[in-house]
């Protein structure tokens, strides 16, 4: 199976998350490659509008079997960029997708979950196969441990398939 993980990071924090689930892919023989969602021009942090949102790379979910798709959460919201590279992508149609977040807050509650529902609306729209979500709290003190079981959650969901 050819699992792409792509990601929106501003700090680099949910990059070293899809770095952890890429290894624990990997361990089980799963072709998988890691890509992070870079802006043309350099990030503006305040940009909201996705239509001003253009990457350096095209990564086409064609590509893949399955998906890890990952961001920051930006005050309650989906980051812009995720947003726009989700809004944008063909072929999610049936395919398996896992969706996660990062945030900065050490409860899910706290901005996790009102951004997971917003990705899960945008991948209903476009009749994706949501096999799962996870949120890391980066400021709980469990964080290593979630990010970890995150991976291992990914890894038995797409053994299942």
Known sequence: MKVGIIVHSFTGHTYAVGEVIR????????????????????????EININRILFSENIDPN????????????GFY???????????????????VYIFVTHYFPFKSMGGT???????????????????TGIIDWKN?????????????????????
């Open 78 to 96: 989906i980051s812009p960029a995720l947003k726009a590279y989700l809004s944008r992508a063909q072929g999610l149609n049936s395919k398996p």
């Open 141 to 161: 003190g469990r964080r290593e441990e979630q990010i970890k079981d995150l991976a291992i959650s990914i890894k038995d969901a797409l053994k299942a398939l």
């Open 114 to 132: 009102s951004a997971i529902k917003q990705i899960k609306i945008i991948c209903d729209a476009k009749q994706a196969n949501l096999i799962g």
């Open 23 to 46: 290894d624990e892919l990997s361990k089980s023989n799963m072709q998988v490659e890691l890509k992070k969602l870079d802006i043309i021009g350099g990030e503006e942090r305040d």
């Open 63 to 74: 590509d893949y079997d399955a998906l890890v798709v990952g961001g920051p959460v930006r």
